[in-house]
């Protein structure tokens, strides 16, 4: 069993960035991929970005692609995303999940736990 709480969501005009954090229980996280979706108004929910369980290989979706950023802290059993360049699209809640699968695992129904999601609001 993992729990996961994400935190680091807030206000940012574009151009601006943010990093969340997803703070995970449990002995087994390092055993876990991550993954970062998210769900802007209005839209289905979207992959993001994913990380190996060693953190040796990452996958971004192609709109996040050089400006986002997934890592992962074993010690700390916590994973990141770095935001960078942030535009008015991505608006949206951002959650954190956690998967036995091999990544990329880009669909949601390949996590096993999920946050409660973090807002992130990008102004323009």
């Known amino acids: 069993q993992v729990q996961l709480v994400e935190s680091g969501g807030g206000l940012v005009q574009a151009g601006g960035s943010l990093r969340l954090s997803c703070a995970a229980s449990?002995?087994?996280?390092?055993?876990?991929?991550m993954g970062w979706f998210r769900r802007s108004p209005g839209k289905e929910r979207e992959f993001v970005a994913a990380i190996t369980w060693s953190g040796g290989t990452t996958y971004y979706t192609d709109s996040v692609k050089g400006r986002f950023t997934i890592s992962r802290d074993n010690a700390k059993n916590t994973v990141y995303l770095q935001m960078n360049s942030l535009k008015p699209e991505d608006t949206a809640v951002y959650y954190c999940?956690?998967?036995?699968?091999?990544?990329?695992?880009?669909?949601?129904?390949?996590?096993?736990?999920w946050g409660q999601g973090t807002r992130v609001t990008v102004s323009s």
């Open positions: 449990g002995r087994t996280f390092s055993s876990y991929a």
């Open positions: 999940a956690a998967s036995t699968g091999v990544v990329p695992v880009t669909y949601d129904y390949e996590y096993d736990y």
